[in-house]
C-alpha cells in the first residue's frame, strides 16, 4: 500500500471498508484501457475541484438556514466518467463523502449517496462539476471546530469499478454573517463564504 502523507492509497486491492475509521484504506479495479491506474482524490471547492494537504486548515461553515457543513469534491482517473450534465444517471458513479471526529466516529448527517457525471478536468483527471455541500450533526460541531477531522470519498463507477480517499484536515469555524445574503437576484443563497 502506497502511502503519502495521511493519505493512503493502493491499486488492484480488494476494498476494504473499516466501520471504526482507523484501519488502513485500499481501492479496488485494475488498469483502464490506456494502462492507467483506478484513482480517486477528495478535495474542497464549491465548483472547480481544489486539493487538500494532509493537516491543513479547512472551513466548517455555518449555514443560512443552522447547521454547518464542509464543501468536499472529488476527481478520480481509471474510472467510467458517466454524464456529468444528468443528476441520477443510471451510467453515473456513484460518489459518497463522509466526515468523523478524531476518535473515529462519523459525524455526517449521513446524507445518499451523489450520483453524478464526472467531467474533465486539468492533467487528465475527471472531475465532478461542483463541489457538495456534506452537513455535519449539529449537536456534535464543538467536537469539530479547532479539532483534527479525517474525511473521506468513496467512488463507484457504472461498472463496479471502486476507489476510496481520505485525508485528515484541522477544521476551523466560518461563522454566517448576519444579514448578507448577497445581492437581492443573485439566485438560491447557501451562505456567505469568507477565504
Keep these: 500500500m502506497a502511502r503519502q502523507g495521511d493519505r493512503k492509497l493502493s491499486k488492484y486491492s480488494i476494498f476494504i ?3 471504526s475509521g482507523v484501519g488502513p484504506v485500499a481501492c479496488s479495479g ?3 484501457a490506456s494502462g492507467g491506474d483506478v484513482t ?8 472547480d475541484y481544489e486539493s487538500i494537504t494532509a493537516d491543513q486548515p479547512l472551513p466548517l461553515y455555518e449555514g443560512p438556514q443552522g447547521g454547518h457543513h464542509f464543501f468536499l469534491h472529488a476527481r478520480m ?3 467510467v466518467p458517466g454524464d456529468p450534465g444528468s443528476n441520477d ?3 453515473n458513479p456513484t460518489t459518497r463523502f463522509q466526515v468523523f471526529d478524531d476518535r473515529g466516529n462519523r459525524v455526517d448527517t449521513e ?3 451523489h450520483r453524478r457525471g464526472y ?3 486539468g492533467g487528465g483527471w475527471l472531475e465532478l462539476p461542483s463541489g457538495r455541500i456534506v452537513v455535519v450533526v449539529e449537536s456534535l460541531v464543538g467536537t469539530l471546530i479547532d479539532h483534527r477531522v479525517r474525511l473521506r470519498v468513496d467512488v463507484q463507477d ?5 476507489a476510496t480517499d481520505e485525508v485528515w484536515i484541522n477544521a476551523y469555524e466560518v461563522p454566517l454573517i448576519p444579514g448578507d445574503a448577497g445581492p437581492d437576484d443573485a439566485g438560491p443563497s447557501i451562505g456567505t463564504i469568507t477565504r
Design 111 to 113: 446524507a445518499r449517496p
Design 158 to 162: 457504472a461498472e463496479g469499478t471502486s
Design 119 to 121: 467531467r474533465p478536468g
Design 17 to 19: 471498508y473499516f466501520i
Design 40 to 47: 480517486v482524490q477528495l478535495g474542497t471547492g464549491t465548483v
Design 77 to 79: 482517473m481509471g474510472m
Design 89 to 91: 444517471g443510471p451510467n
Design 30 to 32: 485494475s488498469p483502464d
